[in-house]
T-cell receptor, first 112, second 114 residues
Framework: GDSVTQMEGPVTLSEEAFLTINCTYTATGYPSLFWYVQYPGEGLQLLLKATKADDKGSNKGFEATYRKETTSFHLEKGSVQVSDSAVYFCALRGLNDYKLSFGAGTTVTVRA | EAGVTQSPTHLIKTRGQQATLRCSPISGHTSVYWYQQALGLGLQFLLWYDEGEERNRGNFPPRFSGRQFPNYSSELNVNALELEDSALYLC?????????????FGPGTRLTVL
């Protein structure tokens, strides 16, 4: 079945550092890929998405590129802020599927 | 535009009781999904409703059930509560269309079973 493997955390960074969170997936065909973010005590917010190979999703300085050849969707941000401290989830939805399959989540803490 | 709303924010029950959680989707969305986020188990799909019908369910026992109302809001019922049902329950909505559209999540209901 479909699955997502996400970089284990926690990740601790200083402000203005570069952030990468690795995400790889297993699925048949061409799934849609998502990054969601969960701030402390809150639900999930959609951060960005990509629906086909080579698409780049971007939002709030975060980017991720759908790489079919490496089945990856790594999340990057060039300069993190304290406000980026959160749990980040990579997710996929298979073609004609209804549910999201999530990675385990990566906790990111940014220190001033 | 209002997002997905859920109530209550927190719910405390004792083992064996029933819990009812509510969700209102984004206006215009017809699909509602329920997910469980339990400590150590990650996010797991529970149920999907679209146009008032249960379309699919995840690997959960029958004591997890729900319904979708004509205004597309939804209710999740958990009967005979067990300690391991303690979790954050997240509701999401989408435009429908066989559930292939982007899902937007609410803030969740934190259920604690004592």
């Amino acid at each position: 079945g479909d699955s997502v493997t996400q970089m284990e955390g926690p990740v601790t960074l200083s402000e203005e550092a570069f952030l990468t969170i690795n995400c790889t997936y297993t699925a048949t065909g061409y799934p849609s890929l998502f990054w969601y973010v969960q701030y402390p005590g809150e639900g999930l917010q959609l951060l960005l998405k990509a629906t086909k190979a080579d698409d780049k999703g971007s939002n709030k300085g975060f980017e991720a590129t759908y790489r079919k050849e490496t089945t990856s969707f790594h999340l990057e941000k060039g300069s993190v802020q304290v406000s980026d401290s959160a749990v980040y989830f990579c997710a996929l939805r298979g073609l004609n599927d209804y549910k999201l399959s999530f990675g385990a989540g990566t906790t990111v803490t940014v220190r001033a | 535009e209002a997002g997905v709303t859920q109530s209550p924010t927190h719910l405390i029950k004792t083992r064996g009781q029933q819990a009812t959680l509510r969700c209102s989707p984004i206006s215009g969305h017809t699909s509602v999904y329920w997910y469980q986020q339990a400590l150590g188990l990650g996010l797991q799909f529970l149920l999907w409703y679209d146009e008032g019908e249960e379309r699919n369910r995840g690997n959960f026992p029958p004591r997890f059930s729900g319904r979708q109302f004509p205004n597309y809001s939804s209710e999740l019922n958990v009967n005979a509560l067990e300690l391991e049902d303690s979790a954050l329950y997240l509701c999401a909505s989408s435009l429908g269309l066989a559930g292939t559209d982007t899902q937007y999540f609410g803030p969740g209901t934190r259920l604690t079973v004592l």
